[in-house]
Nanobody
Framework: QVQLVESGGGSVQAGGSLKLSCTAS????MAWFRQAPGKEREGVAT???????????SVKGRFTISKDKAKDNGRRSMYLQMHSLKPEDTAVYYC???????????????????WGQGTQVTVSS
């Protein structure tokens, strides 16, 4: 079973930056989602096995998704660099992976079948 481990959440003032990390055992199509209280989970950014990226409209130009090469233990990390954070970015952020069929530019929750535990990002005004 694939285990996704997230880190890097926290609290920051508006205009600040944070970087989230997610490690996975394999090279999958992966994405970041977020869910604010009372709202549906939404796609933030996705990156394919070959590094093709796609962003949600609300984060374009502010967030950058990336990933590094596999380490000796086969695990690789995916990142979400967040700049110019706004209070409306406050949410629990989840790392997700498509384990079988890969839809490389998908930001639909239904296309992802492995999820991390989530990490809280809080942006204060």
């Amino acid at each position: 079973q694939v285990q996704l481990v997230e880190s890097g959440g926290g609290s920051v003032q508006a205009g600040g930056s944070l970087k989230l990390s997610c490690t996975a055992s394999g090279n999958y199509c992966m994405a970041w989602f977020r869910q604010a209280p009372g709202k549906e989970r939404e796609g933030v950014a996705t990156i394919s096995r070959t590094g093709v990226t796609r962003y949600g409209d609300s984060v374009k130009g502010r967030f950058t998704i990336s990933k590094d090469k596999a380490k000796d233990n086969g695990r690789r990390s995916m990142y979400l660099q967040m700049h110019s954070l706004k209070p409306e970015d406050t949410a629990v952020y989840y790392c997700a992976a498509q384990l079988h069929v890969c839809y490389p530019d998908s930001l639909l929750t239904t296309d992802y079948n492995a999820w991390g535990q989530g990490t809280q990002v809080t942006v204060s005004s």
